[in-house]
């Protein structure tokens, strides 16, 4: 699963948009799918504390911090430790200068990246996440790339020919430089695979309207900006299916400004199929 859950010390002047209000629903759009491993965005300290308190099952690589000033937010990832064994974890910071906390190409914020290998029966996997800049195109490009090229290198490290996985909102459309980015590297787009197709009715961001949001640019495109990419060289993962979940997008309290998305993954061979 990603998903973008917008952070809990947002909104606070908006009753039906305060994590307060919303985190019961929020929870619940996790909890009723059960995945494997979860990739956040705009994770915050108070988000943290509710699925520390009411996802007790799952345990978390927080990753990088990013944001210019606290509260900062986490592209933290979720796993059940029953399912996953975690093997190594880290993360890098989308600028020039990726060990550090920073911006580059005229990012509005500082941004990063979170990623950890897991063994599961049958494979080990990399599951990278992240969130792209919302204004700078430059930011996105440049951060894709570095993206694809730490992606690289880890896999040199533990296998060049071990999936990876990566989640996120990348805040662009299909068909963008930065969607061509990792296209172009290899990266499936398990929404496409999966047999869906960018209708313009299709999208992931909806500005807590819910099924009433309307895009206002349908020209330019879906606005189906949360991604679940596989770059799988062997083929070992068979995509299964891609769902934009719309649980509680019916009326407000929504669960965030953004609808979660959810890849199913069998084991290329086996009929079984678990969730990540």
């Not at 640019?217 to 799988?232: A, M, Q, S, T, Y």
């Not at 062997?234 to 649980?247: C, K, N, P, Q």
């Amino acid at each position: 699963m990603s998903f973008n859950v917008r952070g809990s010390f947002r909104d606070l002047g908006n009753r039906e948009a305060r994590w307060q209000s919303r985190a019961p629903e929020n929870v619940a759009a996790i909890e009723r799918r059960g995945p494997h491993v979860v990739g956040l965005q705009e994770c915050q300290r108070g988000n943290l504390l509710t699925y520390r308190k009411h996802l007790s099952g799952y345990e978390r690589v927080r990753g990088p911090r990013y944001g210019n000033a606290p509260p900062y937010d986490f592209n933290a990832i979720l796993y059940d430790p029953a399912r996953l064994h975690l093997l190594e974890s880290g993360g890098f910071w989308l600028s020039k200068t990726p060990e550090r906390h920073s911006r580059s190409w005229d990012t509005r914020v500082a941004r990063s990246a979170n990623w950890a290998f897991f063994r599961t029966p049958g494979t080990d996997f990399l599951h990278l996440n992240t969130h792209l800049d919302h204004r700078s195109a430059p930011a996105r490009r440049n951060g894709s790339r570095l993206i694809i090229e730490k992606t690289e290198k880890l896999l040199r490290h533990h296998g060049p020919e071990t999936p990876a996985i990566l989640t996120g909102d990348f805040n662009c459309r299909p068909g963008t430089p930065t969607y061509e980015n990792f296209t172009e590297a290899g990266f499936v787009d398990t929404f496409l695979a999966a047999g869906n197709s960018d209708e313009e009715s299709i999208g992931t961001f909806h500005a807590f309207e819910g099924n009433r949001y309307r895009d206002p640019h349908p020209e330019r495109g879906p606005r189906r900006i949360d991604w679940v990419f596989l770059k799988d060289p062997l083929s070992r993962l068979r995509i299964v299916s891609h769902e934009i979940l719309r649980d509680g997008a019916d009326h407000p309290p929504y669960p965030s400004d953004h609808h979660p998305i959810l890849a199913r993954f069998a084991l290329a061979g086996q009929n079984r199929e678990p969730r990540t």
